[in-house]
């Protein structure tokens, strides 16, 4: 999960009360505390949170629609692998 706000944290909530496992990233390392005191996998940089996650890696993007979406595309793209998905939930 990157971008931990009200709807990207509350999703990571969501996820790990389901027993999922979450690797969270944002920005401001905050919400991050908050994600990892929850039980998720909090890390520092989108290559950290990269490491973390098995291939193909799925990473649902909840940033706002528009440029930060497009800017958080844009570093994260050379990160990725073919086979990999990036849900983008983000909205204006």
Do not use: C, Y
Request: net charge positive; glycine share 14%; aromatic share 2%.
């Amino acid at each position: 999960m990157v971008g931990l706000g009200r709807m990207g944290l509350n999703i990571t909530r969501r996820l790990l009360n389901g027993g999922h496992r979450v690797v969270a990233f944002n920005r401001s390392p905050q919400p991050v505390e908050e994600a990892r005191k929850d039980g998720a996998v909090g890390t520092r940089s989108l290559a950290e949170l990269i490491e973390h996650l098995g291939s193909p890696r799925a990473v649902w993007l909840m940033v706002p629609a528009g440029e930060p979406t497009t800017k958080m595309l844009d570093a994260l793209t050379p990160l990725l692998a073919r086979g990999d998905i990036v849900v983008d939930g983000g909205n204006a």
